[in-house]
Structure formats: C-alpha cells, structure tokens
C-alpha cells in the first residue's frame, strides 16, 4: 500500500541553524501539506501546497518556514533559522483531494 | 479560528467494551475526518465523512456527520487492546486545512 515517507526521523539542531525536513507523498497525489504537533497537543496545519505553489499557510507560517517540491517526488520544509518553540514533531501528508495521508514524522528538538 | 472541541479527553476501556467519543464545533464543517495515533507515529485515517447525516462504518468503527455540520461522533465497538491510542477528529471548512481536536486517550483498563 502507497505511503507517504519523512526523512529523518529525528533531528537535533541547535537554536539559529536552519533545518530541512523532506518528504515524499504518495505519488499521484496532488495536494501537499505540513502539519507540526508539539508534544501532548493537537496536530496544527502550517501549509498546504498545490500546483507548485502555496494555496494556504497558517499564521505559525512565518517567513522563517519555506516549502518546496525541488522534483517530481520529494517535498521539503525549510526552517531558516530555528527557535526553541520550534521543537515539534512535523508531519507531511498528501491526498488526491479530501482524504489525507500522513507520514510517521519528523522528530525536530532545537537546543 | 475555528476550534474542534472533542470529548472526553481520556477514558478507559475493558476488552469487549463499546467506546463513544465526539467533536463539536462553532462553524460548520464540509469534510469530517477521524485519525488514530500510536505513540511516536504518524495520524493513521480510519473514516471520512462527506455529506450532513451520513453515517459510515469501517469494521468495528462507526462514525457520523451531524446534521448540523458542527459535529460528528465515533463509535468503537467490542473494543481490544489494540484499539488503545489516541483517537483524532478533524473538520474541513473551505480548502483542504485540517483543524484538529484536541484528542481522545483510550487507556486500557488495568
């Protein structure tokens, strides 16, 4: 069964380095997004992305956070210069249209 | 914002048990969507909903979209221990963002 897939798992960066958080959706999706949960809260929409270019973003969505679909596959979230608050697990997820799949994550500490 | 309010926040299940849980809302949602999350994983979709007053089963999990449109529930039925985990109802308003509910902890009883 098609899966959406994050890569890493988990990753320790300190406070001011900008990290990359890559994902590939499942492959004839259309619509992309980032949701992140910060430990034992809700899971929070950052962005959703269609036809290569950003069709939502929350107000967590700062211009600190870029996406990008750099080819055909793969999916990228950009912190540019990362903030303790920014430790979170971050979740990718693509549907074809309402149904959205989610990936196993991305473990972000900033120390 | 628009908020999801689920309930309750935890409870405990025997094996064999039925479990019920809900999210209500202010504003009116036009996809409702329910996730199960294990510890350390992803959101794993278990049912959606798309039409006011549909109600849609997948195994022993029933779910409804209220008439409204502000609300929707989630039936378990005979529940196992597997069933243990962290159950999310999610809404869809205009676009594809998903609001989340705080969650709904499903604990075994010791």
């Known amino acids: 069964e098609p899966e959406v897939t994050q890569t890493p798992s988990h990753q320790v960066t300190q406070m001011g380095q900008e990290v990359i958080l890559r994902c590939v959706p499942i492959?004839?999706?259309?619509?992309f997004y980032w949701y992140r949960q910060i430990l034992g809260q809700k899971v929070e929409f950052l962005v959703s992305?269609?036809?290569?270019?950003?069709?939502?973003k929350s107000e967590i969505f700062d211009d600190q956070f870029s996406v990008e679909r750099p080819d055909g596959s793969n999916f990228t979230l950009k912190i540019r210069s990362t903030k303790l608050e920014d430790s979170a697990m971050y979740f990718c997820?693509?549907?074809?249209?309402?149904?959205?799949?989610f990936g196993p994550g991305t473990r972000l500490t900033v120390t | 914002g628009q908020q999801l309010n689920q309930s309750p926040q935890s409870m405990f299940i025997q094996e064999g048990e039925d479990v019920s849980m809900n999210c209500t809302s202010s504003s009116i949602f036009n996809t409702w969507l329910w996730y199960k999350q294990d510890p350390g994983e992803g959101p794993v979709l278990l049912i959606a909903?798309?039409?006011?007053?549909e109600l849609t089963s997948n195994g022993r999990l029933t779910a409804q979209f209220g008439i409204t449109r502000k609300d929707s529930f989630l039936n378990i039925s005979a529940s196992i221990p597997s069933d243990v985990g962290i159950y999310f109802c999610a809404g869809q308003a205009a676009g594809n963002k998903l609001t989340f509910g705080g969650g709904t902890r499903v604990l075994v009883k010791p």
């Open positions: 997820a693509s549907s074809s249209l309402y149904e959205q799949y």
């Open positions: 992305f269609y036809n290569n270019e950003i069709s939502e």
């Open positions: 909903l798309y039409k006011a007053g």
């Open positions: 492959s004839n999706h259309l619509y």
